[in-house]
């Protein structure tokens, strides 16, 4: 376990080649960056590793040096006697095993902070998601690409298809039938015949031509596409849901190993989390028999509960691992479904030619996505070099 000595000096020379000073957000971007959310909570952990292992060296190291010399008097001393060499041998026993049970104690106490620094990445972790449930529960959104890759929903269109209608009945008898009139592709031929059966060239007619021309145009070409944002859109937010439960779940696990049953939103609402962090120093207390209180009696640590303590401790800082990992694979998702949204709110070749008539609920969802977009670079997004390093912060380790 000598690598544990030395894991916090390690850990701090690691994580504090990161810290530099941190760039404000740009002017107009309000979202905050991996480097911000992030590094703080590592170069916290770090000063904390530094200071626990700095105790544990103060109080082991002596006895480290005791020991060795009692080693090799005992070796290499010609002037060992029955008397003398059975005390230096039961100083030595006894030695050995404060050292293991000053490594015992160290080990309990590197995963109560191991595991705190766990529950802080869940907490975070976990404010990410609502920012994103929060993002993807605007069904409005989504609702107005419905609108607007539809004809039927544009004033113009209305207007010149209840007039072709009416030509088309009064000049050849025939009425389309209602089960086709929602539909947009039969719509849009409709409203076509309509055109070229009207008649008259003055110059107002050729403006509202060319208006329906271009809603005609619009919708057609971009039905398929703003459906697929639209679908899509409705799998991220089912997805994210899934996380956040799932991420729930995982504080449920965590936080049962120390006797703590509120739910995190529950403790998240009633900023309950210093409990949490008082029944984990409890419960390594109990382990290591610093509660104890009987008089003239040091503490006497439970052996069984310190293994058990140790066992809980660590199955929930695996179960953070595994979560970090998924969060990753979640955002890294995102991003490019939202690359993908940008390509296909910027393929509408004729955005130029028809812009005074596009609605602006277009331009609106293009903006969206490149806000979004940017939230997942920046705001949501936990570059593979910073999820390595908070593994390597819950672990104690450093490559």
């Known amino acids: 376990m000598m690598h544990k000595s030395i894991v916090g000096i390690g850990l701090v020379i690691a994580l504090c080649s990161l810290h530099r000073p941190v ?5 107009g971007n309000p979202y905050d960056t991996a480097s911000i959310w992030l590094q703080p909570i590592m170069l916290n952990a770090a000063a904390d590793f530094t200071a626990l292992n700095q105790a544990y060296e103060a109080t082991a190291t002596p006895l480290r040096s005791r020991l060795n010399q009692i080693s090799c008097t005992l070796r290499s001393s010609t002037n060992i006697t029955a008397d003398n060499g059975f005390k230096l041998l039961l100083e030595r026993v006894q030695l050995e095993d404060a050292l293991k049970a000053q490594e015992a104690d160290h080990e309990l106490k590197f995963a109560r902070l191991r595991y705190r620094k766990g529950i802080e990445i869940v907490k975070m972790l976990y404010e990410k998601i609502l920012s994103m449930d929060h993002h993807f529960s605007s069904l409005k959104a989504q609702q107005e690409l419905l609108k607007i890759s539809n004809p039927h929903n544009y004033p113009e269109f209305k207007e010149a298809n209840s007039a072709t209608e009416e030509r088309v009945k009064r000049k050849f008898n025939f009425s389309l039938p209602k ?9 849009a031929t409709f409203s076509l015949v309509g055109m ?3 008649g008259g060239d003055d110059k107002e007619k050729k403006g509202n031509q060319e208006n329906l021309a271009c809603i005609l145009d619009f919708t057609v070409r971009m039905y398929n ?43 998240r609402q009633s900023d309950d989390w210093e409990r949490l ?7 390594v207390s109990k382990a290591l028999g610093e509660n104890s209180n009987t008089p003239g009696v040091g503490s006497q640590p439970d052996a069984k509960l310190l293994n058990k303590a140790g066992t809980n401790l660590q199955f929930a800082i695996d179960r953070v691992v595994q979560f970090i990992n998924r969060y990753s694979d979640f955002v890294n998702e995102g991003n490019e479904y939202y690359k993908k949204f940008a390509k296909i709110a910027d393929s509408y070749e004729n955005e130029k030619t028809c812009s005074a008539i596009l609605p602006d609920q277009f331009r609106q969802l293009k903006a969206d996505i490149d806000q979004t977009l940017e939230k997942f670079n920046s705001a949501y997004r936990m570059p593979e070099v910073q999820g390595s390093k908070l593994k390597d912060m819950l672990y104690g380790t450093v490559e």
């Open 23 to 27: 760039p404000c957000a740009a002017a």
């Open 225 to 267: 596409d703003l459906n697929v944002i639209y679908y899509e859109t409705g799998y991220l937010f089912d997805a994210n849901l899934t996380l956040k439960k799932d991420c729930e779940a995982l504080f449920s696990d965590c936080s049962r190993q120390v006797g703590y049953t509120i739910t995190l939103e529950g403790c």
């Open 196 to 198: 070229m059966v009207s």
């Open 179 to 187: 089960l086709l009139q929602g539909n947009p592709f039969i719509a």
């Open 277 to 283: 962090y008082s029944l984990l120093d409890n419960l």
